[in-house]
């Protein structure tokens, strides 16, 4: 996997303002089949660790804050 060194590479953003991440929030974290969300130590809130996403939606859809969003590519829409 390819680790995400920018946030604009990754198709899922985290709107850091509505994550709740630093309460104990972890959802986006275990809904997701590839592992590849994350919660950083430092600041406490979610960032996709890898460049990797399969756009299957459910870290978007089971947020309880809405603070994810999953940009699908154009042609896979």
Not at 45 to 59: G, V
């Given at each position: 996997?390819?680790?995400?060194?920018?946030?604009?590479?990754?198709?899922?953003?985290?709107?850091?303002?509505?994550?709740?991440?630093?309460?104990?929030?972890?959802?986006?974290?275990?809904?997701?089949?590839?592992?590849?969300?994350?919660?950083?130590?430092?600041?406490?809130?979610?960032?996709?660790?890898f460049d990797e996403c399969w756009y299957?939606?459910?870290?978007?859809?089971?947020?309880?804050?809405?603070a994810i969003h999953v940009d699908?590519?154009?042609?896979?829409?």
């Amino acid at each position: 996997m390819t680790l995400a060194t920018t946030l604009t590479q990754v198709p899922v953003k985290v709107d850091n303002d509505k994550c709740i991440a630093e309460k104990g929030c972890t959802v986006c974290v275990d809904v997701c089949p590839l592992d590849v969300l994350a919660i950083d130590h430092v600041t406490g809130k979610a960032f996709m660790k890898f460049d990797e996403c399969w756009y299957c939606l459910p870290c978007e859809t089971d947020c309880p804050t809405s603070a994810i969003h999953v940009d699908i590519p154009f042609l896979l829409r």
